[in-house]
């Protein structure tokens, strides 16, 4: 027998699950929270489709075990709009400057963005370019990506 | 992918003993290697994870002229270490071209060292001949596309890469493994750590099962020094290298008196190019010098059609290297 019992806090609710202990981090929240806003891209660490914040660092849901998270602290794209569903500056960003097109890398490519400026890796085009570079975009909207994330960058702390 | 039981460790010593005495048990850190090669290739297949990531094994701290590592640090919390950024650029920058933020998150030191040396063929189990997978059973990457793959250290029996950035910065800087076993601790020097593949590739290193990597200890360059590190790819950022290069001098009166080279994306294991130091010690820094000692760099390599290219490569990124360190 493998199950394992763990704890996860998710956006700011905690949930117990039963699980197997092959169960990703992943395949955790999609399948057994319902949190289906983080994607599923290559399931192998190369597309970062699936990044979600864990203790406040970004990293890759599909490579981590459901049970290595336990008790910690993961935030995921539905944790980062407002109560009343107000999108968050980076979401909105993404909107505004149309970074996306079949919108399957969104969630990933937001999360790693709002990561990368808490990590103070925006400054510019450069940097922008190589701190996203584990997010793939195959519909290639890179520049509107980074476009959205320049504009967040650059404003005012509010 | 079989099922396996998970365990969290709490004490270091407690994590040895059952790993030590059980054969089908393995550590599980950042998982970035482990979690892939079990859950996603099917190829590693441990009945019993012992994950150590709540150990007490992270952390830096200076000692003497020394940097002792954590194991559990990640590779992100080592660049971003201000002596690591004064005094060992090689290694900053080793880090941050090798994988990316999220996997940098969550990738330890210790696990870096210690990532499986391994290629497209040892992944796919439906690949029947890989000796590093079934000993004995052949390589299907002699004969296949092997842009990736190790031309030093290598043989007919095994052609895979050792693909890890940080640790040729590593060799090069004759960085100290400390180890715990069931019955006590020991240093192994990282040049001394790993095996070459010869007719047994699925051996990797010189550990028994069950010793577990607690630090690394990296010595400082002297405060004179300049170190870099070159990586070539084939695309501009998280991508496996075709040949990097982790390179330090000191120049004393126009004389170089203390040079160390490491290859990367060519060797077996992360590679010290002994030879090319030979070349640059006593000399004086120059175009002609730095092809010397490129040309002295490369001994016996084994290639095959897919990584013929890589000779050249190498042999022009150590010259681009030491020409960076002293522009």
């Not at chain 2, 933020?101 to 040892?122: E, H, P, S």
């Amino acid at each position: 027998m493998s199950a394992c019992s763990v704890t996860l806090r998710v956006n700011g609710s905690s949930a117990r699950l039963e699980i197997d202990s092959r169960v990703t981090l992943l395949d955790a929240l999609r399948d057994h929270l319902g949190l289906t806003g983080t994607k599923k891209g290559c399931d192998q660490g190369a597309c970062g489709a699936c990044t979600v914040l864990l203790d406040g660092r970004r990293v890759l849901s599909c490579l981590t075990l459901a049970a290595q998270s336990d008790g910690r602290e993961v935030t995921t794209i539905e944790g980062l709009s407002g109560e009343d569903g107000e999108l968050h500056p980076m979401q909105a960003a993404f909107v505004r400057h149309d970074g996306f097109q079949c919108g399957y890398c969104t969630p990933g490519q937001i999360m790693s963005a709002v990561a990368l400026l808490e990590e103070g890796r925006a400054g510019s085009d450069e940097e922008i370019k190589e701190f996203m570079s584990g997010n793939l975009c195959r519909c290639g909207a890179y520049p509107n990506i980074r476009a959205a994330i320049r504009d967040v960058a650059q404003r005012p702390a509010t | 992918m079989r099922p396996f039981e998970y365990t969290s460790a709490s004490d270091t010593a407690a994590a040895v003993e059952i790993v030590t005495g059980d054969p089908d048990a393995a550590y599980l850190a950042g998982g970035t290697t482990q979690v892939d090669l079990m859950l996603k290739d099917g190829v590693v297949e441990p009945r019993r994870l012992v994950d150590i990531t709540r150990l007490p094994l992270r952390g830096i701290a200076r000692i003497g002229d020394a940097l002792h590592v954590g194991a559990l640090t990640t590779m992100e919390e080592l660049a971003a270490d201000a002596t690591v950024a004064e005094r060992l650029p090689c290694v900053r920058e080793a880090l941050l071209h090798g994988a990316s933020v999220q996997l940098r998150n969550m990738a330890t030191i210790g696990g870096n060292v210690l990532q499986r040396t391994r290629c497209r063929y040892f992944r796919d189990p439906a690949v029947a001949a890989c000796n590093k997978r079934a000993p004995g059973s052949g390589c299907a990457a002699i004969h296949g596309a092997a842009r990736m793959h190790a031309i030093l250290g290598a043989s007919e029996h095994c052609i895979a890469l050792h693909a890890s950035d940080l640790c040729v910065a590593l060799v090069a800087l004759d960085a100290i493994v400390h180890v715990q076993g069931r019955d006590g601790e020991r240093t192994v020097p990282l040049t001394e750590l790993y095996v070459l593949p010869g007719d047994r590739p699925d051996v990797e290193n010189v550990l028994v099962h069950g010793e577990l990597i607690t630090a690394i200890e990296v010595p400082l360059l002297p405060a004179g020094a300049r170190s870099g590190y070159v990586k070539i790819r084939d695309r501009a950022s998280y991508e496996f290298a075709l040949v990097s290069v982790a390179a330090a001098l000191v120049v004393e009166d126009g004389v170089i008196v203390q040079a160390r080279v490491g290859l990367g994306g060519v060797g077996t294991i992360p590679w010290r190019a002994r030879a090319a130091e030979q070349v640059l010690i006593g000399g004086r820094p120059g175009r002609a010098l730095f092809a010397a000692a490129a040309n002295a760099a490369i001994i016996d390599p084994y290639t095959v059609e897919g990584t013929r290219f890589k000779v050249t490569l190498a042999e022009r990124a150590i010259v681009r290297a030491l020409e960076d360190l002293v522009a």
